[in-house]
């Protein structure tokens, strides 16, 4: 039995509430994204073989306790309309596909959709599509026949790597600027471009405005208050000649016609740097900052110095100001921040590589603990809520020490998992062995780490592994806790290896599992369609991944940018498992 609840009234909500309630419809459009191996044709194109039976949910996320609204479409319909859906805030739909033979209801999910978070008003009648595509299954985008929009494109306008990308409030992807590269690999043209993605209708299309300045290997952040601050990158100067960043740009993007990107502070003197990370620390009561990190300075060295940018007035990034943080104990580019859930100790620094190519291994700790004595690297000030300084806490180290890696925050930031990355300067050597740190229960960072995964950490059960080392990957954290991996370079060939990794779940205590996380096939012949690294992989509102840009292969050794772009379907089995 399927585990989703019917609604008995929900045919007429009205009739199941005392009080007359407003309500509105729904129009859908299920389209199908396609299969390179398939030969490029639409899941739902052949019901018999893959689902014939589409169960579709609106529920409202935001909302604890409440029971979906169900209803059943045949493939065949191409998609319909929910009738009677109250107005409010946060509704959202799935979809999944089912192959039912003989009039048996099956429970395996085939085919999986779902749209961004919308809202349902007075006087609306809305008119969502939703992309359907095979479970576990890498598929490429494609756009509502229904509902597609001129000027709109199924992949990127201009093939680029180095973008960087933001999923706004609405659920539409922002993705800015980014590079072309020779057969070679160098970077030989930098984009002002903007393009905007629309799951809604599965296309990308190119934003009204531009930044102010091209740029690549740069950072975006999303600020609590819709507005994405855009930082830092490689650039050309007014001599055409190449030159690294200081700027912010702040984007203003509530509805695409008024999208704006407008000029915004200048970091001072010798803060410019690309490659570096972008962290926002949201502690509340309007003391958010984004935190820049590292990465390679002007003269072409990765920096210890770490600077915070403050909004201003009501939160606006317009008005904001840098305040410079105490220096690393390590300069590195190429590194991991990742968010803690502390406000005293916010944000982990993991790896990269240092100014004489030497691998790092150390894992510092932005601390914001005014009881901490000073700044371990000369700093006067003691740490406050604008100023903090980096500390070693016990235990802090990876036992492979890596740059070009992956660090993913586990269980609100509780554990990060590290995947991948190269262990020699010259890419000749990837890690294959997964580490998770961790702070003990009741402890802060400060106090100390554990560490898994290496070959002297004192654990019960090895982390796990991942089969195809590489550098330069992506790694995403599902709805479900499994982590996607994709692509990568080994050397300075991209690969296309795509896989999960699982968190075991033993029901017997633990003694049935070997490691921590087994690394999973996905579905069969439903990995990236193409070899590609420098690559970004979205999740999406729906919990699906948007793969867009890198660099793939054009030829055997021949490097070529991409703008093809991907999405990776999950299997959900129960709807739960993408509300969490």
Not at 269 to 277: C, L, N, P, V
Request: proline share 6%; charged share 20%.
């Amino acid at each position: 039995m399927r585990d989703l609840i019917l609604l008995v009234c929900a045919a007429s909500l009205l009739a199941c509430d005392p009080e007359p309630v407003a309500s509105g419809s729904l129009s859908l459009d299920f389209y199908s994204a396609t299969h390179e191996t398939a030969g490029f044709i639409p899941v739902l194109d052949a019901p018999e073989s893959v689902a014939n039976s589409l169960e579709v949910v609106a529920t409202r996320p935001g909302i604890e306790g409440f029971v979906p609204i169900t209803e059943t479409f045949s493939v065949a319909a191409g998609g319909g309309t929910i009738r009677n859906i109250p107005h409010g805030e946060g509704w959202q739909i799935f979809v999944r596909g089912f192959l039912d033979v003989a009039g048996a209801p099956s429970n395996t999910v085939r085919v999986f959709g779902a749209t961004p978070l919308f809202d349902l008003q007075s006087g609306d009648d809305v008119r969502l599509g939703v992309q359907l595509g095979l479970a576990d299954c890498v598929m490429l985008n494609t756009h509502s026949g229904a509902f597609h929009r001129d000027g709109g494109n199924e992949e990127l306008f201009v093939r680029r790597v180095g973008t960087a990308s933001v999923v706004m409030p609405d659920g539409r992807v922002l993705i800015t600027g980014g590079a072309d590269v020779s057969a070679e690999g160098r970077d030989n043209k930098l984009y002002d471009v903007v393009e905007i993605y629309d799951p809604t209708v599965g296309q990308f299309f190119v934003a009204p405005f531009r930044l102010q300045r091209a740029r690549a290997y740069h950072t975006a952040t999303l600020l609590p208050n819709g507005q994405v601050v855009v930082f830092g990158g490689l650039g050309v100067g007014s001599d055409n000649a190449l030159q690294v960043s200081a700027e912010v740009e702040v984007i203003e993007l509530s509805t695409p016609s008024n999208a704006v990107s407008l000029a915004a502070a200048v970091a001072p003197e010798g803060f410019e740097r690309y490659a570096h990370t972008a962290t926002l620390i949201d502690l509340g009561s309007d003391r958010v900052s984004v935190a820049f990190v590292g990465g390679i300075s002007g003269g072409g060295k990765p920096l210890a110095s770490v600077m915070r940018f403050f909004p201003g007035d009501g939160g606006d990034a317009r008005t904001g100001r840098f305040v410079q943080q105490g220096d690393m104990r390590l300069a590195r580019a190429f590194h991991s921040a990742t968010r803690l859930p502390r406000g005293d100790a916010p944000l982990a620094v993991a790896g990269g590589i240092g100014p004489d190519d030497e691998v790092h291994a150390l894992i510092e700790v932005l601390t914001l603990n005014a009881s901490q004595a000073g700044c371990p690297n000369g700093e006067s000030a003691s740490p406050d809520g604008s100023f903090g300084c980096f500390v070693q806490p016990a235990g802090a180290v990876l036992g492979e020490a890596r740059f070009g890696h992956r660090a993913v925050a586990l269980h609100s930031g509780k554990q990060v998992l590290f995947v991948g990355g190269f262990t020699a300067a010259d890419r000749s050597r990837m890690a294959t062995k997964l580490e998770l740190m961790g702070t003990p229960p009741g402890q802060s960072p400060e106090n100390g780490f554990y560490m898994q995964g290496s070959d002297d950490a004192q654990n019960d059960l090895p982390v796990g592994a991942i089969a195809t080392g590489r550098g330069d990957l992506e790694a995403t954290l599902l709805a479900d806790g499994s982590v996607l991996i994709s692509g990568g370079r080994q050397g300075a060939l991209p690969v296309r290896a795509t896989s999960r990794l699982e968190p075991c779940r033993s029901t017997d205590g633990g003694s049935a599992c070997v490691t921590q996380f087994v690394e999973a096939a996905i579905a069969p012949e439903c990995g990236l369609s193409q070899e590609r690294y420098g690559h970004e992989a979205i999740r999406l509102q729906s919990g699906a991944v948007l793969f867009t840009g890198g660099v793939g292969l054009g030829g055997p050794n021949v490097l070529v940018t991409m703008k093809r772009s991907e999405v990776y379907f999950p299997r959900p089995n129960a709807i739960g498992d993408l509300l969490r």
